[in-house]
């Protein structure tokens, strides 16, 4: 049996290449994770600001259905009008001419 030997031997310098370069595209494939994790934390950011902003909006909504309008009857009241009605988030949308 006979046993083939490699023609040229592996030198401390050629391991050496070899790790560089697999420190390389390990720095590299951790810059593409960071770049994608920046982006999510970007998103999760914006969702979470959203988030704080309609319930800043719903609960100044809250207080004027619930503390506010109810006084704009009295208050209209003791001034001799007299409020049958009302209507919450009316909008309206007329062509122009």
Do not use: W
Request: glycine share 2%; with cysteine; charged share 30%.
């Amino acid at each position: 049996m006979k046993t083939k030997y490699m023609s040229t031997s592996i030198t401390i310098d050629d391991i050496y290449k070899l790790f560089q370069k697999s420190q390389e595209e390990l720095d590299s494939r951790f810059a593409e994770i960071e770049k994608r994790l920046s982006k999510m934390e970007a998103t999760c950011v914006g969702v979470i600001n959203s988030k704080y902003f309609d319930d800043l909006t719903n609960k100044r909504d809250n207080f004027f259905e619930d503390i506010l309008v109810p006084s704009l009857y009295d208050l209209f009241a003791d001034r001799g009008m007299n409020i049958q009605q009302t209507a919450q988030s009316l909008s309206s949308h007329r062509m122009r001419n």
